[in-house]
């Protein structure tokens, strides 16, 4: 039973740097959903997909955050000019037309 | 907006403990309701979930939930918790119409042997 994928696990990157993260969803899944994790926080929805198209953003996808899934498979999140409040967990999840998400393991990461 | 509260956000138990975790969640709309669970090192798991129908809702585990429409709750129930229950547990509510889940803060819980 393959679940969501996401590489990388941990990324640690200086301030200003730009920095890309990959999630592979369940493989009959059309959804793909993006959230943030800051420490004592639920997840926090940043975007979803569904098959190649983008739905919907939160507005806390600033101009620097930009996510595309070109297939209907794969998905990528780019955070650019990156910030200390960027530090979290970054966290990808699928689903079919069944509404439950099933989440993968994050990618942490860090700014220093 | 839509929000979810979880009114403990830490819980201290001994072993076959009774545990029952608050969720209330605004919404006055059709909504799915779920309950996740983090355990130490791993990644966010489904527990169980209520989408209609019998609003007593059984998960993995020995966990259950119900669904009270009045109250807007949706309250986590184990009637006997043991070590292996030690984690974070996240409600969450995906909104009719909208596909993003919306969570509550979560509780941490520790069950002591």
């Known amino acids: 039973d393959t679940g969501v994928s996401q590489d990388p696990r941990h990324k640690i990157t200086k301030r200003g740097q730009n920095v890309t993260f990959r999630c592979d969803p369940i493989?009959?899944?059309?959804?793909l959903y993006w959230y943030r994790q800051t420490l004592g926080q639920g997840p926090e929805f940043l975007t979803y997909f569904q098959n190649e198209a983008q739905l919907e953003k939160s507005r806390l996808l600033s101009d620097r955050f930009s996510a595309e899934r070109p297939k209907g498979s794969f998905s990528t999140l780019e955070i650019q000019r990156t910030e200390q409040g960027d530090s979290a967990m970054y966290l990808c999840?699928?689903?079919?037309?069944?509404?439950?998400?099933?989440f993968g393991p994050g990618t942490r990461l860090t700014v220093l | 907006a839509q929000s979810v509260s979880q009114h403990n956000h830490h819980v201290i138990l001994s072993e076959a403990a009774s545990l029952e975790l608050g969720c209330n969640y605004s919404y006055g709309g059709t909504v799915n309701l779920f309950w996740y669970v983090q355990y130490p090192g791993q990644h966010l798991q489904l527990l169980l979930k209520y989408f209609s129908g019998d609003p007593l809702v059984k998960g993995i585990k020995g966990f259950e939930a119900e669904f009270i429409k009045s109250k807007f709750s949706f309250n986590l129930r184990k009637p006997s918790v043991q070590w292996s229950d030690t984690a974070e547990y996240f409600c969450?509510?995906?909104?009719?119409?909208?596909?993003?889940?919306?969570f509550g803060t979560g509780t941490r819980l520790l069950v002591s042997p």
């Open positions: 999840a699928s689903s079919s037309e069944s509404d439950t998400q099933y």
């Open positions: 493989s009959e899944h059309n959804r």
């Open positions: 969450a509510v995906l909104v009719g119409g909208f596909q993003k889940l919306v």
